[in-house]
């Protein structure tokens, strides 16, 4: 199923057939360095295979493939906050390597937060990127995302202590 379509980029929901592709992307030292230790190093089949398992079972969905050119090159997420947090969703996002610097993400985020906004009962999508990962601090930027802070030596990166920089992109009164 198709969520949103900008031209050559499109996000749709992650199907059997990512696999292949989504392991070989994943699998990665330049892609994995700039997320979350959940995300394994190797990245294997297997893994790839949970992961698909995983996001077909949440509902809602949140989790979706980043498709360009009519094939698949990552993945992109926009997860609801709960509790107190539950105007909120967190987004999150990669690509193979073969595909950086062509403007892909910048659509696939432009995308995301326009679906979330008129599809979730949500006013603000927000992230944290590593301070090194200057690449997506400037997609956020592009996106209309502001640096709301600093978190000082808040990630712990192969043993290494980084900030954290936190975007956030607050909906528009003109798209409520």
């Known amino acids: 199923m198709i969520l949103a379509k900008n031209g050559d ?3 749709r929901e992650l199907e059997v057939s990512d696999i292949p592709k989504l392991a070989l992307y994943a699998n990665n030292e330049k892609v994995s360095c700039n997320l979350r230790d959940a995300f394994p190093n190797p990245y294997t089949m297997d893994d790839a295979v949970r992961f698909v ?3 077909a079972a949440k509902d809602p969905k949140t989790i979706f493939a980043i498709q360009y050119k009519g094939d698949y090159v990552g993945n992109i997420s926009l997860t609801p906050g ?3 947090y539950r105007k909120s969703a967190e987004i999150g996002y990669f690509i193979g390597e ?3 610097n062509k403007g892909i993400v910048t659509k696939a985020v ?3 937060t326009r679906y979330g906004f008129e599809n979730m009962d949500i006013v603000r999508i927000h992230t944290g990127i590593f301070e090194y990962n200057k690449a997506s601090q400037r997609v956020l930027e592009k996106c209309g995302f502001r640096k709301e802070g600093i978190f000082t030596k808040s990630i712990c990166k192969k ?3 980084y900030d954290e920089i ?3 992109l607050i909906r528009e009164r003109n798209i409520l």
């Open 9 to 11: 980029v499109v996000i």
């Open 53 to 55: 398992e995983m996001a």
């Open 82 to 84: 709960s509790d107190v």
């Open 98 to 100: 073969p595909f950086w």
């Open 110 to 112: 432009k995308l995301i």
């Open 159 to 161: 043993g290494e202590l």
């Open 166 to 168: 936190r975007y956030a």
